[in-house]
């Protein structure tokens, strides 16, 4: 077959045995007759958590209208298949913004719940999840079913972070927050090492409701942990927003350019700029929750061997010697991203049963597939991450091992009961330790 859908990280490689376009007006027949299904939104996950090596993979998107919208209560009614980027095309300008949104607006409504994503805000409002009031999902066994926290609860609880294996999502009813407009206001302040970063966070998530920092993850020695902090809230605002430009990666480069002397430069200028250090920072929507999706396709500039985020929460008790040896482990290798993000989570409970999310400190980064050497550092991190007794997300993960997979969801037992049978996928398959379908 020639048509195979990819993970942004374009690691690993797979080839599903069907794509099927899930109609946009009716459920096709014959959808669970073959192979194990998969959804498949977006691909905005990095690693195969939407892959289905020899299986079928059953894309969403055509399915991608506004069902309807209550403009008083902010309650919208959507396809699975509708990206969020479209909600917020639509929604800002009349006064409602997303509860949660992921750092990429690219992402499908059903990816979005079947990973629980979380957002700069998740000290606040918890993560996706939290702001669903009601799913409808199509199960192989026939009819829909529609969950809520009142009704099929337990399937609700599944279905959120469920890693799209308890059923088709064919829509949702979302709850969004009201802002005045697409405007945010707060400040970015450098900071010099992990414990400064751990106060900064501490004072900010008092008042601001978005907290992210970016982390120079090649400093090393007394610079180490140093990197950028920002805080903003929504502002009162209602000014138009600018154009945005949008800029394409035109080619794959035949290698991979990202190399140690690369980072060095790009993060030493990244933390002295001078917007790294802004009492007063105005910024629009899009540059603030998705800077990166001006530059479409940037997956492309990792080269032909793609690449691979690691991204981890460790508990509150110990993330900072965790994190230090992280950092460490990752000065050491040499191999690392422009990207390092680093964020406290709140202690809101995840309502899924499999949600990512929990207290603690999440650190994400992207590696350079290098092969043999970016797997040893892969394993390496994931060993700390067990030992500091925190989880991997499997929506960026291609490396998890099944004893740190049921070590970091502990409510697996609850779950498995609620996977639908005729559905899989290749993450699912490496993590259970299950023979590949092909
Ligand atoms: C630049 C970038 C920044 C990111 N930032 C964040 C972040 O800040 N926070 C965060 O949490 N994540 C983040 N992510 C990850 C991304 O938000 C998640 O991987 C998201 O789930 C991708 O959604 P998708 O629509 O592309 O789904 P896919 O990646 O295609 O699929 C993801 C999962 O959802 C399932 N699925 C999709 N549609 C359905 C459906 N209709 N029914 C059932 N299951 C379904 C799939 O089977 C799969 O298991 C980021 C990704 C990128 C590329």
Known sequence: MSERPT???RQPVVSPDRVIDLDRDRIQDGLFSGSPVLAFGNGRSYGDVCLNEGGTLIRTQQRNRILGFDADQGLLDVEAGVLLSHIIERCLPLGWALAVTPGTAFVTVGGAIANDVHGKNHHRVGSFGHHVECLELLRSEGGVTRCSPVSAPDLFRATIGGLGLTGLILSARLRLRRVAGGWLRGSSQRFHGLSEFFSLSAAADEHS???VAWLDCLAAGPRQGRGVFMQANHAPDTAPLPGRRN????ITPPFCPINRLVLKVFN???FHRPAAEQSDARWDYPSFFHPLDSILEWNRLYGPAGFYQFQC????AVSEPA??????LIERSGQGSFLAVLKIFGDRPSLGMMSFPRPGATLALDFPNRGGVTERLMRQLEAITREAGGAIYPAKDAWLSPAAFGQFFPNLGAFL???DPAFSSSFWRRVRAEAPTR
């Not at 929460?313 to 509150?316: A, E, H, L, N």
């Not at 994190?323 to 460490?328: N, P, S, T, V």
Request: charged share 10%.
């Open 268 to 270: 030493w200028l990244y």
């Open 323 to 328: 994190l230090r040896q992280m950092l460490g």
């Open 247 to 250: 800029f394409r990666v035109p």
């Open 209 to 211: 409701e978005y907290t």
């Open 7 to 9: 993970s942004w990280g």
């Open 313 to 316: 929460v460790v508990p509150p």
């Open 417 to 419: 009961p609620h996977v």
